[in-house]
């Protein structure tokens, strides 16, 4: 392989999300983390249907399936009580479809989630150099220099000053990226402080429920990590200002644990991991400043209760890392780069509202125990199956849908430009059945054909020809009995829609042509009727 030509600080999920993307298209990288060790600690546990989704695209989903679970109902006790006064779920479960095959959310620890991508990462030789430190940098027109000190076993340090084509700060909300760029990080920062942890209890607490106790001011939240190992995780917030301002110990949890829950029979284990966490719901105003980008954490900080900021922090990766690979291969323009923040920003900015007063309701508004858990019934908008890029530069809209909402679902047609483009299964290839999914890739615009006849389908295939064949692929839908005319030769592949889903999913029919180009990170860029409107959307992204 040829010498990184991207450095990616922060081997957290946007890092390690970011990294995979850009080998996925051949670009090499470099990743190093500052820790000495990899972090421990369930932290981050939901993983939102959107980023399923991603995962499917990026071919990685089975691990998660494997050691992924449902999210477990709620239990909610009130004061004096020993039994929860209420059990209920927390989003309502749906049933897949074949446009929608992973509604529902997961949990798994952050641990294993990037251990899992470690793996995957070392399945393309690329591993995370630990005790190495992003220090400073200096950026030309050109390339970037990059101070990187590296500590090694006996605490030696030595710092290196290598050069880049490009640079990602993937550090966390600390980022150091960030603050050499000067750029503005606007919010807040609650006053409250929540103790957060992973114990063992080796029996009195069923793992299969998430246990919510409302004692105000008090909030304290105890759910399985689900690794195995009778491991829970604990959010505990509401203690007096002094105490709260020092991390938690064991003893300390426990005795508070008996104390408020009068649990007195759980017999609890060590504690693994404990730290103090003061919620930020902070943002940049730009993610790029030449050949710099911030990523994940890095540009924005969330309350932990809608359970965002993982899961837009893959978004982010996946979105930087296509247009940063054409880019690198001299394939699209550098103001390509430019789309990177124009089309998150809004995003997040959207999000930020929306969790802020999700946790307002949940660890704040008057600390009330009540009964309504209506702030963790989900699912909806925070499954970010809505999320979308509408009014963005690049995309190709019909109507004047940039008003929309950042993560409302599409009003009109089943696909919409801008929007996620749908699953469909029950399809058929040369090589046996498959998806819509299975078919796209992030290295690559699958540009989609659905009816009209070999004529029409012949001109459109001559406009896409001349694109950047390893850049773009092509794929025929056909109707389960339509005859395929001459011009399948002329696509990439030919896929059978044998059981319609494709079509009906699409809003689509065998007697008008329509062409969904879906960018290599799963959003329908345009919808178009003809070749014409292939040409004018790919002017905007290749040079
Ligand atoms: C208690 C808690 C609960 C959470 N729950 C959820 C949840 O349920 N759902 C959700 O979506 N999100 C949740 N989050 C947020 C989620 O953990 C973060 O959004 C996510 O980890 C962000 O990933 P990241 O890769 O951007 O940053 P991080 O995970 O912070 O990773 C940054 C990495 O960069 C490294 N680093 C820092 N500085 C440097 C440097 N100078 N050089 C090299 N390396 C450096 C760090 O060591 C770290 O490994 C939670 C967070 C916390 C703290
Ligand atoms: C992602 O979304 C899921 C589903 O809502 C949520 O439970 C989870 O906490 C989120 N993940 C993170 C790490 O924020
Ligand atoms: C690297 O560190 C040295 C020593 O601190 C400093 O003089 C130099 O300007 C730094 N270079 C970059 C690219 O940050």
């Not at 998430?210 to 939240?221: A, E, N, Q």
């Not at 837009?312 to 690198?328: E, H, R, T």
């Not at 009995?481 to 029919?509: K, M, P």
Request: glycine content about 10%; proline content about 6%.
């Amino acid at each position: 392989m040829p010498p990184p030509s991207v450095l990616i600080a922060g081997a957290g999920p946007s890092g390690l999300i970011l990294a995979l993307v850009l080998l996925q298209n051949g670009v090499p990288v470099r990743i190093i983390d500052k820790e000495p060790k990899h972090r421990i600690g369930a932290r981050g546990t939901g993983v939102q249907p959107r980023t399923l989704e991603l995962y499917a695209i990026l071919d990685i989903l089975p691990e998660f399936h494997k050691y992924g679970a449902p999210i477990v109902p709620m239990a909610m006790y009130k004061p004096g009580d020993i039994e929860p006064s209420k059990v209920a779920p927390l989003a309502q479960w749906v049933d897949p479809t074949p446009d929608t095959p992973h509604p529902n959310a997961i949990m798994i620890t952050q641990e294993r989630h990037e251990a899992i991508l470690r793996d995957q990462l070392q399945k393309l030789s690329c591993a995370v150099e630990l005790g190495s430190e992003l220090c400073s940098f200096e950026q030309f027109s050109d390339h970037v220099v990059a101070n990187i000190t590296k500590t090694d076993a006996d605490g030696k340090q030595v710092t290196e000053s290598t050069q880049f084509d490009w640079l990602v700060g993937a550090e966390g909300a600390r980022s150091v990226v960030r603050k050499q760029l000067g750029l503005s990080f606007l919010g807040e920062t609650q006053e409250q402080i929540v103790a957060l942890g992973d114990i063992v209890i080796e029996e009195g607490m069923d793992p299969k429920l998430w246990h919510m106790w409302k004692l105000p001011p008090r909030l304290l939240s105890l759910r399985s990590c689900n690794s195995g190992n009778n491991l829970f995780n604990f959010a505990y917030s509401g203690r007096p200002k002094h105490s709260a301002e020092k991390t938690l110990t064991r003893e300390e949890f426990i005795e508070d644990f008996y104390a408020l829950t009068g649990k007195r029979d759980v017999k609890f284990g060590a504690a693994t991991w404990m730290s103090n966490w003061r919620p930020n719901m902070r943002m940049v105003d730009t993610m790029r400043s030449g050949r710099v980008f911030i990523a994940g954490d890095a540009a924005h900080c969330h309350s932990p209760t809608g359970g965002q900021g993982l899961n837009s922090s893959v978004q982010d990766a996946v979105n930087l890392g296509w247009k940063l690979a054409l880019v690198q291969k001299g394939l699209a323009p550098a103001t390509l780069l430019d789309t990177y923040s124009e089309e998150r920003i809004r995003v997040i900015a959207q999000m930020l509202k929306l969790t802020t007063a999700l946790y307002s309701k949940t660890f704040t508004a008057g600390q009330a125990a009540t009964d309504d858990d209506s702030e963790w019934k989900r699912g909806g908008d925070l499954s970010m199956l809505g999320v979308n890029y509408c009014g963005s530069s690049i995309v190709l809209e019909d109507g004047d849908a940039g008003s929309a909402s950042a993560y409302s679902k599409a009003a009109g047609s089943p696909v919409q430009a801008a929007y996620r483009a749908p699953d469909a299964s029950g399809l058929v290839r040369a090589g046996g059945p498959t998806t819509l999914f299975a078919t796209f890739s992030v290295a690559v615009h699958t540009v989609l054909l659905f009816g009209g006849n070999t004529a029409s389908r012949t001109t459109i295939a001559g406009i896409l020809n001349q694109l950047p064949a390893d850049a773009v692929r092509t794929v025929l839908v056909m109707l389960q009995g339509q005859s395929v005319g001459d011009d399948a030769a002329l696509f990439s592949e030919v896929l059978e829609d044998r059981e319609g889903y494709a079509y009906s999913g699409y809003g689509l029919t065998m007697s008008e042509l329509a062409v969904v180009i879906v960018r290599p990170d799963g959003v329908v860029g345009a919808v178009v009727p003809d070749a014409e409107g292939v040409k004018r959307y790919f002017q905007g992204i290749f040079v």
